[in-house]
């Protein structure tokens, strides 16, 4: 629908406590937790893959919304693993498809068959041309606004016009933005058109009130 949607990035938490630190984002007003796996291959860093998503799973219950971001050189190795872990969204991204057996449509069927919503994400360099052609078999398209790999960059706002065409031509279509996004930045992200705001140290920076800054991120994209 084109709703908003904060989606909070746990990398910047406190990852020693990641169970007190997903419950409090959600109770600060986040609509899904973003999740950042990294598999050292496909971004130069490295995070959690299936047993910390299903650990966390575990804990918080069956109501939380994992939006999966798969940074990963080979996308439908972990589908199984995070649709067991219970991953809610599986985010793919593109340029990774030329290392991986499936096509882009087998793997989009893959993740349903798994009981995942689909997403796919672009990087800085790739042009929405990419992903033009599959639109329609995916429920979201993430536009990387840093280069993927590590949090707390700078938000690299010459990415937005991907996110103004692909809003101008799916006027439906769930968008995602990611990196660099804060209270300072937003209003340029949902002006061109983004409806999901993921914001990592926005929202776990030291001292930061995280039930305002969700409620300030909700207020630009709702404006
Ligand atoms: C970067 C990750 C982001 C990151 C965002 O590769 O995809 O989700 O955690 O962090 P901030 O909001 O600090 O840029
Ligand atoms: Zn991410």
Known sequence: CACCRIAPSMLASDLSSLYSE??????????E?????????FVPNITWGS?????????????AYFDCHMMVAKP??????VGKAGG?????????????????????????????????????????SAVL?????????????VEPGFGGQKFMPHCLPKVLELRTKFPGLDIEVDGGLSPSTVDAA?????????????????????????ATLRRSVEA
């Open 88 to 128: 809610s969204r599986y985010c793919f991204h593109v340029e990774a498809l030329a290392g991986d057996p499936l096509d882009f449509p087998a793997l989009c069927a893959l993740i349903r068959g798994a009981g995942m919503e689909v997403g796919v994400a672009i990087k800085p360099g790739t042009p929405a």
């Open 76 to 81: 439908s190795q972990w589908v199984e693993d």
């Open 33 to 41: 937790l973003h999740l950042d796996v990294m598999d050292g291959h």
């Open 190 to 214: 949902a002006a061109a058109g983004a409806n999901i705001i993921v914001a990592g140290s926005a929202c776990f920076k030291p001292g930061a009130n995280r039930p305002e800054v969700v």
């Open 133 to 145: 052609d599959f639109v329609s078999l995916v429920d979201m398209v993430l536009v990387m606004t």
């Open 51 to 63: 047993p910390v998503l299903a650990s966390l799973r575990k804990r918080l219950g069956g109501e």
């Open 22 to 31: 997903a419950s409090s984002i959600l109770a600060a007003g986040a609509d």
